[in-house]
């Protein structure tokens, strides 16, 4: 009977899990569907052609007018209808261009022999926080002034702007898709076949098979016969006389001897990088020698000796012995980029603490030093400007991945059990919250009517935030969340207000920010509700993720 009893339970266990995973695989339908909804809507506005002379004439006060288009470019004229230059936009080739969450559109103005004299911003779907830092930097923007506008497809290394190198980085690309480099949506992004690599195995039949990021095995009949190493991949992007080279590097099948060394491409001058080419082919220097001999070298130059291209050669060395500097890096650590580790091991032992509930008090506190800390080193949160802005445009995976496994975490784990582990553990603001709330022994809670009104602020603020991006308005969705301060500093009043006031409530009021203001917190609590039951709340968000259909398809 015991027995019986226990097998009935059992399943009696099981069923609820069920239940709850198939209600929590609804729920995050629900949302896939609203992101679907946002990413099909239509993007209104277009370029405002008085709103760009404005921005034009703000730097060159002679230009009063702009005239026709010519060869994709609108003529500047002056107040006595006299031609001073052009400008040109950067879309529609940079509209595939990602930054951070979103492309941006740049203006480039030129005078009458065609060079630069001023470039600036028309419009971007990135972070508010990261666009004003780039549009802080006067060294940015300089980089172009004085080119020529054949000299603007070359992608050379541009200036990036430090803690928004995604977005300066994208809006660069954007600059040199406009004026002719293909594949600035990464820059090199063919991908690796086997014939870059099979001349270093003979006879053979290879395959490549991806090992990490740039890092790939080469197969031949079942087995491992080399691995190569690829400096795009890797992020490895030493500069040449006039830009970056994509390099692969060759080892045999214990990675501990060096094959030969390859250039795949390059952005830097054709005579130069074609000389390294040529050197490659027929005296490389690298060839048979261990890896340990490379690294250890101190006077590096003697593996590629090319007469006048020395500046691109040296590039080529950097790549190749930080390349491998890197893999045995990567090796001794299991692998993975240790900064990389840090952020997936923080995220999976807040997931286990969350779910487990244990630590008392203490281990409670402990953990959310190791949350701020976190949050200061890295400045990932979970917030909904990203997940609209990877809504609407996509995502570079690679560049993003371990922002992407918090954001994972935090919407799969609380729909499928129930326990909203990122909000009670993992979230550098909600842990800050935690922390200043240490500092006083007693506490207060909102009750009766204040707390039935203020704890609707949250939804209201939700929905407003996906009114605005289904509709397109441009408006800074980061500005309605403290979240981008931790990666940006305190580049706007508005999160910077947000972000004092929470902290400042928190040590009265138990999370007050995170119960009464958070609307990423309100998304994942519509994830949590009532596990492995439909509510009101469901039929609900169906209801308005079906209006946002309509507008798509009828607004």
Same mark, same amino acid.
């Given at each position: ?330 090796? %001794? *650590?299991?692998?993975?980029? !240790?900064? #990389? /580790? ?6 999976? +032992?807040?997931?286990?603490? $969350? @779910? ?123 500005? %309605? *969340?403290?979240?981008?301060? !931790?990666? #940006? /500093? ?6 910077? +207000?947000?972000?004092?006031? $929470? @902290? ?52």
């Amino acid at each position: 009977m015991s027995c019986a009893r226990k097998s009935g339970s059992e399943v009696g266990v099981w069923r609820g899990r069920i239940r709850r995973w198939r209600v929590g695989l609804f729920r995050l339908g629900v949302l896939v569907a609203a992101m679907w909804a946002v990413r099909a809507a239509p993007v209104g506005g277009g370029r405002d052609a008085g709103g760009l002379l404005e921005k034009v004439s703000a730097v060159w006060p002679e230009v009063r007018a702009m005239g026709g288009e010519r060869e994709g470019m609108f003529e500047l004229l002056g107040e006595d209808g006299a031609g001073l230059g052009w400008v040109a936009t950067t879309f529609p080739e940079a509209e595939g261009i990602q930054g951070y969450v979103g492309p941006s559109e740049l203006w480039v103005a030129f005078d009458l022999d065609r060079r630069v004299r001023h470039v600036g911003l028309v419009a971007s779907e990135d972070t508010a926080g990261h666009l004003r830092m780039v549009e802080g930097d006067a060294g940015f923007w300089r980089q172009w002034v004085g080119r020529g506008e054949m000299a603007l497809g070359i992608s050379d290394g541009p200036v990036v702007v430090s803690g928004a190198t995604l977005t300066s980085e994208a809006m660069a690309r954007g600059v040199a898709a406009r004026f002719g480099a293909e594949g600035m949506e990464s820059w090199f992004s063919a991908r690796l076949g086997v014939g870059a690599v099979a001349r270093w195995f003979p006879g053979m039949e290879v395959a490549l098979e991806e090992e990490g990021r740039g890092i790939y095995q080469v197969m031949s009949g079942g087995r491992r016969v080399g691995r190569v190493l690829r400096s795009s991949g890797m992020g490895v992007s030493a500069r040449g006389f006039q830009g970056v080279s994509d390099v692969v590097v060759v080892m045999d099948a214990d990675g501990e001897v060096v094959s030969g060394v390859g250039l795949l491409d390059s952005r830097d001058n054709q005579p130069y990088w074609g000389d390294v080419v040529e050197e490659l082919k027929y005296a490389d220097g690298f060839a048979g020698k261990r890896v340990e001999e490379i690294l250890a070298e101190e006077d590096a130059s003697g593996f590629l000796l090319v007469s006048g291209a020395s500046m691109t050669a040296g590039a080529v060395i950097e790549s190749v012995r930080e390349m491998l500097r890197r893999d045995r890096m990567a090796e %001794a *650590e299991g692998g993975v980029d !240790w900064e #990389v /580790g840090v952020a997936l091991a923080w995220v999976a +032992a807040g997931c286990l603490f $969350g @779910l487990r509930g244990k630590g008392g008090k203490r281990g409670r506190w402990g953990f959310a030093v190791v949350s701020v800390a976190a949050g200061l080193w890295f400045g990932w949160m979970v917030g909904q400007d990203q997940v609209l802005g990877w809504a609407r445009h996509g995502m570079d995976w690679s560049a993003v991945f371990p922002l992407l496994a918090m954001t994972g975490v935090a919407l799969v784990v609380p729909a499928m059990t129930g326990k909203n582990v990122y909000c009670s553990r993992i979230c550098p603001h909600g842990a800050a919250q935690v922390l200043a709330g240490s500092f006083m022994k007693r506490r207060f809670a909102l009750r009766g009517r204040w707390h039935r009104v203020m704890e609707r602020v949250p939804w209201a603020s939700l929905l407003a935030i996906w009114a605005l991006a289904l509709l397109g308005s441009g408006l800074p969705l980061s500005d %309605a *969340e403290p979240f981008e301060v !931790w990666s #940006v /500093g305190f580049q706007a009043w508005l999160p910077v +207000a947000i972000l004092t006031v $929470g @902290l400042v409530a928190a040590v009265f009021l138990p999370q007050g920010y995170c119960h009464y203001g958070c609307p990423t917190g309100a998304l994942l609590k519509f994830l949590t509700h009532s596990p492995g039951r439909l509510t009101r709340r469901d039929f609900v968000a169906v209801g308005l993720v079906v209006l946002a259909w309509g507008f798509v398809f009828f607004g």
